[in-house]
């Protein structure tokens, strides 16, 4: 039976949380002592202590992973061993979901019913790519006579990750899952904001069998232990989600330090097209407020450019207008709540900043403005501008907040003209009833994902990730996987 908004309360008040780091099978401080306040965004109050992770910290955490990677129980392990191992980990995030879930909507302030399907999202990721792990296949190449030539697929070695702090537990097992399929050894850094989470699954990872060492977690500050992490000469890649602002540093520190990989998925202002065929308006209506408005529009793939053509647009707007006022505001531990608040003061501020922005280039048709809710204050209210062009800072640079910013258009080539006007290639999405235009549009669109009459579709099964500024590699699918393998070439005179 669901839980009700008083059972999560309570669970509230007395759930345990430890926010020390977890280095080679164990719970430790930081060397320093130091620790740093993870803040409730809804209350105000602190939820837990973190370890203050620096160079220091991160420096053991590499050595463990360089330690457990050489010794081999992972590394080498048989692939049914890992498999197994994995899926015992999908087992123990599905039996502490519940406990996971509150840990993240506390931290970042998601609503819980989101972040009880990120647990689950989390679980499947383990799921699949335990279960793929022992099927990626070496080759044997053409080769002359007296000659075998093979290529083999290799685990890098010690794999630095990197989180933010709007999808926590899904965006760590979207790194550790399939870094962990391929052999690697990991030292996670998860944001200052939301550690706790990724803290507990290492402990549920060594409880379902995960040899210590192979997974390590340093929370901290971004500049201090992120930037050890991105510039330390024993970690072999790095996988980063985050802004496009913070994945360029991560570029440099790789190329100041030991030139490893780095993998990428940053920014983006995704494009919702709206085409006059479009025959289930009501259903495109709750795929634009879904695209923007979810986790209170903190999500990098967020739809906040809607694209309406000119015979549709009136239609459009009014329909949308009904549908947030039903979006109101609240706890977001009540499990009726749709729309939390931001993470932070900061971001908070950032937002409304924006709404300022917005206010001088174009038209407010909904909400701009900064709510109170069930105690709390740092909601904004779901906001729509109209009359949006490329000549307006709201067309080009990612809110992240609940911000819908709408421009029109006249013919298909306009509508792709203003959808690929960005620095962002992230995901796009359309609505139409033309096959002919759907497919057309999926080759004109500059985007890793294009979804048609729906958006923003994901799953473990295709590749994720951006064109342009929107990142580098692909997260998800066996992608995911072989951007943390080495490709090793042997040659064999017999």
């Known amino acids: 039976m669901p839980l009700t908004y008083d059972d999560w309360k309570s669970r509230a008040a007395y759930l345990e949380t430890d926010g020390r780091a977890w280095i080679a099978g164990r719970r430790c401080p930081a060397v320093d002592g130091a620790t740093l306040d993870s803040i409730n965004p809804m209350t105000g109050a602190p939820v837990a202590a973190i370890a203050a992770c620096e160079a220091p910290d991160v420096d053991r ?14 590394a080498r392990a048989e692939p049914g061993e890992r498999r197994r191992a994995m899926q015992a980990i999908a087992g123990e995030i ?62 890098l070695g010690v794999v630095g990750a990197v989180v933010p702090w709007n999808y926590p537990l899904h965006n760590s097992a979207v790194k550790l899952a399939p870094a962990l399929a391929a052999g690697n050894s990991l030292v996670l850094k998860p944001a200052e904001e939301s550690s706790l989470s990724a803290l507990r699954l290492a402990e549920l990872c060594q ?21 050890a992490l991105g510039r330390h000469n024993d970690v072999d890649a790095l996988g980063f989600t985050g802004s496009t602002e913070i994945g360029k540093r991560f570029m440099v520190y790789a190329g100041e330090s030991n030139m490893k990989p780095v993998w990428l998925e940053c920014g983006g202002k995704s494009p919702l ?32 450019r809607l ?48 709404l300022d922005i917005g206010r001088q280039e174009a038209i407010l048709r909904h909400g701009g403005r900064s709510l109170e809710a069930a105690g709390g204050g740092l909601f904004i209210a779901p906001t729509v501008f109209t009359g949006v062009t490329p000549e307006h800072r709201l067309f080009w640079e990612e809110v992240f907040g609940p911000v819908l910013a709408v421009s029109r258009f006249t013919d298909e080539a306009g509508g792709v003209a203003l959808a690929n006007k960005s620095h962002y290639g992230l995901a796009a999405s359309l609505w139409t009833a033309d096959l002919g235009r759907a497919h057309r549009l999926c080759d004109c669109l500059q985007a890793g994902t294009v979804t048609v009459n729906g958006v923003d579709a994901v799953s473990p099964q295709t590749p994720f990730g951006g064109m342009k500024q929107s990142g580098i590699g692909r997260d998800y699918e066996l992608a995911g996987m072989r951007k943390y393998m080495a490709l090793k070439t042997r040659w064999i005179h017999y």
């Open 273 to 304: 097209l709206i085409f006059n065929d479009c025959t289930d308006l009501e259903a495109a209506v709750d795929a634009a407020v879904a695209g923007i408005f979810t986790h209170a529009g903190q999500v990098c793939s967020a739809h906040s």
């Open 94 to 155: 599905r039996a502490h979901a519940e406990e996971l879930a509150l840990l993240d909507s506390l931290e970042s302030g998601k609503c819980i019913v989101e972040a009880l399907e990120d647990a689950q999202e989390a679980a499947v990721l383990f799921d699949w790519y335990g279960e793929v792990q022992d099927k990626v296949y070496d080759r044997v190449a053409p080769s002359p006579a007296g000659v075998q030539a093979t290529i083999t697929h290799e685990p």
């Open 307 to 354: 694209l309406l053509q000119d015979g549709i647009h009136d239609a459009f707007l009014a329909a949308l207008d009904a549908r947030l006022e039903a979006l109101v505001p609240g706890d977001p531990l009540d499990p009726a709540t749709r729309l939390g608040p931001l993470v932070s003061r900061a971001q908070f501020n950032r937002v409304r900043e924006y």
């Open 61 to 74: 955490a590499v050595a463990a992973a360089r330690a457990a990677f050489v010794a081999g129980n992972w």
């Open 207 to 227: 409880a379902a069998g995960l040899p210590d060492g192979v997974l390590n977690v340093v929370p901290g500050h971004g500049h201090l232990a992120g930037e």
